[in-house]
């Protein structure tokens, strides 16, 4: 089920930082290193209430550029309003109402968003400063005090933010709804795409690279399922990203892929592979993603009988991680194969969400073990007691071991292609959590 998602709006320097870092419970860098990927954070997971949600920070409007400062605050207020689903506007209450504030104010209400109103800064304050009243004035309903320094009225503004959010959906929709990202670097065609299979042209074509800012959702239904297509903008090179407004491009882009079941990774035929695809390929697979490789524009490469093979062995060469995904070679301007998207999506949603018995996985496992006998070191050989299946989307899988340090990465990869081998798993990447037998776990 998708989470809810709050994004954090203001002016410069009113706290939205720290209030962030707080409802998060750690301070979240920029740039955060993680396998086949480096993302710029500006987001974070958090919970209250036993409600989970999607927090987003929009700090980082900077100076005068040749934008002026209202410009660059509507392109930002804006991202956040089309992403959020609730917005919590803070504002510095010893500076009082500003320009600025009553500029923004006015974009929210336009929005018809739910709009939190909260005066930070508030530290020296009783209940009810007198300076708080000025605030009414933004037409936003009560503001909220708090001081985010201190953590003074972070529940109340938490409390707020909880009875805002949208009911959850049933589950059943989730169920038989399959959700698509359409991911790649900018003018790989993603735009064509969608409007190739919705028939229309629902999202702008352009051939300047970066036209589509936002990530568009496009429900679709026909004799293959229900889905939900969303065109992401294109993720550029982290030092072509000059803008602010490319830079919740991005944001906006790996939201779409967590939110997703299934992500299709277009890459252009005529440009190659290239290691800024390996970085959003790994985006996906990181986050445990369903995947297909979608090479675009084949219909403008001159092929042999080689063609083919050629290409798909220099993806999977640059991709060493995400062997397991399928390839497709299409044009998303003539409709080449674009049909054929359809049975692949659902074969990998479906095994994305694959389950199996602990009885049919140890089966397998043991089988795996006679074959192949666990490594030794120092006189000491790894002993793999059972498994069991811990969750899905990805297959993760809980083995319980004598030593972990036993357990090398080698024969790790060996029981997941055993894995594969019997259950197949194609599109998913397959998951593995060593536990020594000592050690509590709960399924």
Sequence with gaps: MSKPVVAIVGRPNVGKSTFFNYIVGQRISIVEDTPGVTRDRV??????????????????????????IENQMREQVNIAISVADVIVFLTDIRQGVTAADKEIAMLL????KPVILVCNKA???????????????????????????????VGDVLDAIYEKFPESQEKENDDVVIKVAIIGKPNTGKSSLVNKILGENRVIVSDVAGTTRDAIDSEYENEFGKYVFIDTAGIRRRSKVKENIEKYSIMRSNLAIERADVCIMMIDATEGVSEQDSKIIGEAHDSGKGLIIAVNK???????????????????NEFPFATYAPIVFISAKTGQRVNKLFEMINNVAEQNAFRVSTA?????????????????????????????????????????????????????????????????LEGTSVRIIVREKSEQYDE
């Design 43 to 68: 987001y974070s997971e958090s919970n209250w209430r036993g409600r989970d949600f999607t927090v987003i920070d929009t700090a980082g409007i900077e100076e005068l550029t040749n934008d002026t």
């Design 109 to 112: 209400k336009k929005s018809n």
């Design 298 to 316: 084949w219909d403008e490469v001159e092929k042999d009988n080689n063609t083919t093979e050629k290409f798909k062995k220099e993806i999977y």
């Design 123 to 153: 530290d020296n304050y009783g209940e009810d400063p007198l300076e708080i009243y000025e605030f009414y004035n933004l037409g936003l309903g009560t503001p909220l005090a708090l001081s985010a320094a201190n953590a003074k009225g």
């Design 360 to 424: 049919m996985l140890n089966k397998v496992i043991n089988e795996a073990i006679a074959v192949v006998q666990p490594p030794s070191d120092k006189g000491k050989r790894l002993k793999i007691f059972y498994g069991t299946q811990a969750s899905t989307k990805p297959p993760t899988f809980v083995i319980f071991v004598n030593k972990k340090e036993l357990f090398h990465f080698s024969y790790e990869r060996y029981l997941v292609n055993c894995i594969r081998n019997n259950f197949g």
